[in-house]
């Protein structure tokens, strides 16, 4: 009789077992999926207090009245309609804020760059020069803007009565639409030693054998800049042009005391001071936030060009991130 049970005791013996296998197994998924799950709980927890509950929150009152008082009331698409069609400071604030996205962006990159590979270059003094260079990042926004505005000064300014002592023509710099904002991207390009150093960092990271080989084939010094240098440094290239991108995003002090200043309104009790002077040239979307905001008490309104800045930031992002034909290549 144990002849003929056994057989039957040794099949159901897989069959019992493969119960117990899938609740070892699924419990060994819980365990790692709360592991990490624990792992990622401080991103996560920085992640919805710090953007994720910020960006609601500025969609939800985006669509309501509010002046931080009173309770909200629903208003549907009205902030948006009143900010696009009927608020006359935010397309010059607009085009203010992309101009400045492009021009002092690329401004910024190519001098960085360029006075990197530079200092690369020196035999002797480089870390004089370097200092240099730096130096001018350290200083703080207000007082470099406030030197600026006095150094630039069209009736007083050392740099107007230079112009003119050579003959040349000696513009009114933020006094002039015209030359408010090329004089802020003097400014930004002043204070570029922070990219100076992230691509001196990278140019002393591109292998020097790759120079070599080039040389033995007959490279130029624009052949190798070229097909060399770019393409070793384009990571860095990318990172310098979405941060500058996410900054100019943001470009408040600068303009808002240049045009403070050459406006010789500083504020003050009972003095109400309209930003972008002269002619609306140095508004730059960021101010508008500002102002809607915190001045008229206007939260939809000023959340609408929130997510309108939130929205240019991701696309400048997206746009300079592409796979096919960006900086980066697809090995990168």
């Known amino acids: 009789m144990s002849t003929d049970t056994l057989p039957a005791t040794e099949a159901a013996a897989p069959a019992a077992s493969a119960p117990g296998a899938r609740n070892t197994l699924r419990a060994k998924r819980r365990r790692n999926a709360l592991r990490t799950l624990a792992f990622m709980s401080p991103w996560l927890i920085g992640f919805g207090f710090f953007f994720a509950y910020p960006l609601v929150s500025t969609v939800y009152f985006s669509l ?30 607009l085009q203010n804020t992309l101009w400045l996205c492009v021009v002092m962006v690329s401004c910024r990159v190519v001098f960085g760059l360029g006075i990197g590979l530079l200092i690369t270059k020196i035999k002797t003094g480089a870390g004089v020069f370097r200092t240099l260079f730096y130096l001018p990042y350290l200083a703080p926004p207000v007082a470099a803007t406030l030197a600026f505005v006095f150094l630039l000064n069209p009736g007083t300014g050392p740099v107007n009565s230079l112009l003119e002592a050579l003959g040349l023509p000696a513009p009114a710099w933020f006094n002039d639409a015209a030359w408010a904002k090329p004089a802020l991207t003097v400014l ?145």
């Open 64 to 93: 309501m009245k509010y002046d931080g008082l009173n309770p909200p009331e629903w208003r549907g698409l009205d902030n948006w309609t009143y900010v696009f069609t009927s608020f006359p400071q935010f397309w010059p604030a």
């Open 188 to 332: 930004a390009v002043w204070g570029v030693g922070d990219l100076m150093v992230i691509f001196m960092a990278a140019l002393l990271d591109v292998p020097k054998e790759q120079y070599e080989a080039a040389e033995l084939d007959g490279a130029g010094p624009w052949q190798r800049f070229r097909h060399i240098t770019l393409p070793n440094i384009s990571p860095i290239i990318l990172f310098a042009l979405v941060t500058g991108v996410i900054g100019a995003m943001q470009y408040y002090t600068q303009p808002i005391v240049a045009s403070k200043v050459a406006s010789g309104v500083m504020g003050g009790s009972g003095v109400t001071f309209v930003p972008g002077y002269p002619d609306d040239s140095t508004l730059t979307l960021p101010q508008l936030v500002y102002s809607l905001g915190f001045s008229q008490f206007n939260y939809g309104a000023a959340c609408v060009i929130a997510l309108v800045l939130f929205a240019f930031s991701m696309a400048f992002t997206a746009l300079l991130m592409r796979r096919r034909g960006g900086l980066i290549g697809s090995g990168d």
